[in-house]
């Protein structure tokens, strides 16, 4: 299968059998510059463009 790094935004080859945590999938690549201290640039601008729908949304 393939995961999408939340990182780079690129489409990964991984295993069925890795665990991909809830936050999204990040590369080996992405994962060596956020251990250098790197932010990901794609990452921020997730956050950035986040829907605040959940504001006063009633069940
Ligand atoms: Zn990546």
């Known amino acids: 299968m393939t995961a999408k790094c939340v990182g780079c935004g ?3 080859n991984v295993s ?3 665990k991909i945590p ?5 590369c080996p690549h992405c994962e ?7 932010t990901l ?7 950035s463009g986040r829907p605040q ?3 006063g949304a009633k069940p």
């Open 53 to 55: 729908k959940m504001k």
């Open 32 to 38: 060596s510059r956020l251990r250098a201290g790197e």
């Open 10 to 12: 690129l489409h990964w």
């Open 16 to 18: 069925i059998y890795q």
């Open 22 to 26: 809830r936050s999204g999938y990040i």
């Open 41 to 47: 640039p794609n990452k921020q601008a997730d956050q």
